[in-house]
């Protein structure tokens, strides 16, 4: 259903509005310089998220098909059809309307959504996650639907376009450097499977800036003596492959993603999903790239932000999204944060990063490495500290409660105890991310060495890609399989019990550092094998 268009004589009766739950916007961090009403004839464009007609109490244990997602998870034909109706018969243009994502697309001028949903959006400037200055829609408050849709709609993104993630990455000069990998380098030093290259899976990687020239891949493969992978762009919400020639700012870390997936499943097929830096953007992202057809074995997602700075309605609509993409078999991995266990926060209390803190991502820590290049042999592997803005994410979160498979996982603390009622433990497992022990890549022309906890999500993301084309079979959730062994040392890691990131520190078995552990490949594909 797309492309539909408004009636020539909308009902221009006031419909009685009702407020949506969850929508509460706080002021943008540092916001300044109004610069007034934005104009009320530009055109914009809003994501209206619909309810379940079945709730999804736990992900399917095997992969589900699209349709029978839309058949039992997504929205309901009377409730895409009354939400269609609605909003059309208000003059709004219905750009697409999906019942599998349970989505509706709308367009109309900032005077009519405005009025549809009862607020007001300014123009101004204000901090972005990243700590730059950007310019961009605002609004504060709740919204208002239609008290017919009251229930139907669950969220309305899109409106306000502040930016709402930062990428987890941190660039050095190549000479600044004391050690350092390639990918492969580590695919040996975290025993990826041999014989597995990731042929046959598609990995997805998400991207909320910057872009990527086909030189610098070439230069940087053929450096590797690896042929260039098949790598693709695909643009969602008017995003683009747009690279800025800032190998410190986004470019860095789409080239980072891209390459260590491609070094480490250079037969897997990339595919990479542009969108803008907005809670709409990210969102139909996430579901371009887990709905797409072939579906990916893992989406990497290497952006993230402190969760209390999404909206309530956000934060469901993303974690309903990955809990979609695991019901389609698709893993998704995330970042755990690179600002320690306050996440970058400046209120003094911990925070755990979204989405890694979804229950249905598979959340990635960081460590700091030392190892042999030539035999494969760790050394030495801790908890990656080198300050409260340089150190991996990990704690509890305060929104999503305990899942059943980390249930009696108990928690390691430094300065204090873990919080008297933890949600959900971050992360599960983790990889190098220290940029002292990083990554060599190249950006924008220049050899340089990136750590992060992003640089971790695609490290994950190619091993899945790897344990699915061995084992012929395809995850999801994988979760439940890796926390099998409950607060033991878990079979399939290296167990990190060195260090903390700042209220936290590691432990035997899951620590809200390291999480289970980094991986030793071999022995997670005997612990696939031996499940299946």
Same mark, same amino acid.
């Given at each position: 259903m797309s492309n539909q268009n408004s009636p020539e004589t909308p009902n221009q009766e006031e419909p009685r509005k009702v407020p949506l739950p969850g929508s509460e916007r706080e002021p943008a961090p540092g916001a300044r310089d109004i610069l007034g009403l934005v104009d009320p004839a530009r055109r914009i464009e809003a994501t209206v998220v619909l309810r379940r007609q079945e709730e999804m109490t736990e992900v399917p244990s095997s992969p589900i098909s699209k349709d029978e997602l839309a058949s039992r998870y997504g929205a309901s034909s009377d409730d895409l059809d009354l939400a269609v109706r609605t909003f059309? *018969?208000? $003059?709004?243009?219905? @750009? /697409?309307? !999906? %019942?599998?994502?349970?989505?509706?697309?709308?367009?109309?001028t900032v005077e009519q959504l405005s009025s549809v949903f009862g607020t007001s959006l300014d123009?101004?400037?204000?901090?972005?996650?990243?700590?730059?200055?950007?310019?961009?829609?605002?609004?504060?408050?709740?919204?208002?639907?239609?008290?017919?849709?009251?229930?139907?709609?669950?969220?309305?993104?899109?409106?306000?376009?502040?930016?709402?993630?930062?990428?987890?990455?941190?660039?050095?000069?190549?000479?600044?450097?004391?050690?350092?990998?390639?990918?492969?380098?580590?695919?040996?030093?975290?025993?990826?499977?041999?014989?597995?290259?990731?042929?046959?899976?598609?990995?997805?990687?998400?991207?909320? *800036?910057? $872009?990527?020239?086909? @030189? /610098?891949? !070439? %230069?940087y493969f053929l450096g590797l003596g690896i042929p260039t992978p098949d790598i693709s762009a695909v643009g969602v919400d008017g995003g683009a492959n747009q690279p800025g020639q800032d190998p410190s700012g986004a470019d860095g870390e789409v080239l980072l993603d891209i390459e260590v997936v491609g070094a480490l499943a250079p037969k897997a097929s990339i595919v990479v999903y542009f969108a803008p830096n907005t809670d709409a953007g990210f969102l139909d992202a996430i579901i371009a790239a887990s709905h797409a057809s072939p579906a990916p074995a893992a989406i990497s997602i290497s952006w993230g932000q402190s969760e209390d700075a999404w909206t309530a309605q956000a934060r469901t609509a993303f974690d309903q999204a990955m809990a979609d993409a695991a019901a389609l078999g698709v893993t998704v991995t995330a970042a755990a944060g690179d600002n320690g266990s306050a996440d970058g926060v400046t209120d003094h209390r911990d925070h755990?990063?979204?989405?890694?803190?979804?229950?249905?991502?598979?959340?990635?820590?960081?460590?700091?490495?030392?190892?042999?290049?030539?035999?494969?042999?760790?050394?030495?592997?801790?908890?990656?500290?080198?300050?409260?803005?340089?150190?991996?994410?990990?704690?509890?979160?305060?929104?999503?409660?305990?899942?059943?498979?980390?249930?009696?996982?108990?928690?390691?603390?430094?300065?204090?105890?873990?919080?008297?009622?933890?949600?959900?433990?971050?992360?599960?497992?983790?990889?190098?991310?220290?940029?002292?022990?990083?990554?060599?890549?190249?950006?924008?022309?220049?050899?340089?060495?990136?750590?992060?906890?992003?640089?971790?999500?695609?490290?994950?993301?190619a091993l899945i890609?790897?344990?699915?084309?061995?084992?012929?079979?395809?995850?999801?959730?994988?979760?439940?399989?890796?926390?099998?062994?409950?607060?033991?040392?878990?079979?399939?890691?290296?167990?990190?019990?060195?260090?903390?990131?700042?209220?936290?520190?590691?432990?035997?078995?899951?620590?809200?550092?390291?999480?289970?552990?980094?991986p030793d490949g071999k022995a997670l594909l005997q612990l696939v094998q031996s499940a299946s």
């Open positions: 059309a *018969g208000l $003059g709004l243009d219905i @750009a /697409d309307a !999906d %019942a599998a994502s349970r989505r509706i697309r709308l367009e109309g123009e101004l400037t204000s901090r972005a996650p990243d700590g730059n200055t950007v310019t961009h829609r605002h609004r504060t408050g709740g919204l208002h639907i239609p008290e017919v849709l009251d229930g139907v709609v669950v969220a309305v993104l899109g409106l306000d376009d502040r930016p709402q993630a930062r990428a987890q990455f941190h660039a050095i000069p190549l000479a600044a450097t004391g050690t350092s990998y390639t990918p492969p380098q580590l695919g040996m030093i975290y025993n990826f499977p041999s014989d597995t290259d990731g042929s046959g899976q598609v990995v997805a990687i998400l991207e909320l *800036g910057g $872009g990527f020239g086909q @030189a /610098d891949l !070439d %230069a755990a990063d979204f989405p890694a803190s979804s229950p249905h991502v598979l959340a990635c820590g960081g460590t700091r490495l030392t190892a042999d290049v030539q035999t494969g042999a760790i050394s030495s592997e801790t908890v990656w500290n080198d300050g409260p803005n340089s150190a991996t994410g990990g704690g509890y979160s305060d929104v999503f409660p305990v899942p059943s498979w980390q249930s009696g996982v108990a928690g390691h603390a430094k300065h204090k105890p873990a919080p008297r009622n933890p949600g959900r433990g971050v992360p599960d497992v983790c990889g190098v991310a220290d940029p002292q022990t990083g990554y060599r890549v190249r950006v924008d022309g220049k050899d340089m060495v990136i750590g992060g906890t992003s640089a971790v999500a695609p490290l994950w993301a890609a790897r344990l699915a084309q061995a084992s012929n079979r395809r995850f999801g959730l994988i979760q439940p399989l890796l926390y099998q062994n409950g607060t033991h040392p878990a079979s399939g890691f290296h167990d990190i019990t060195v260090g903390s990131n700042g209220s936290y520190r590691a432990g035997v078995g899951w620590d809200p550092c390291t999480g289970l552990g980094s």
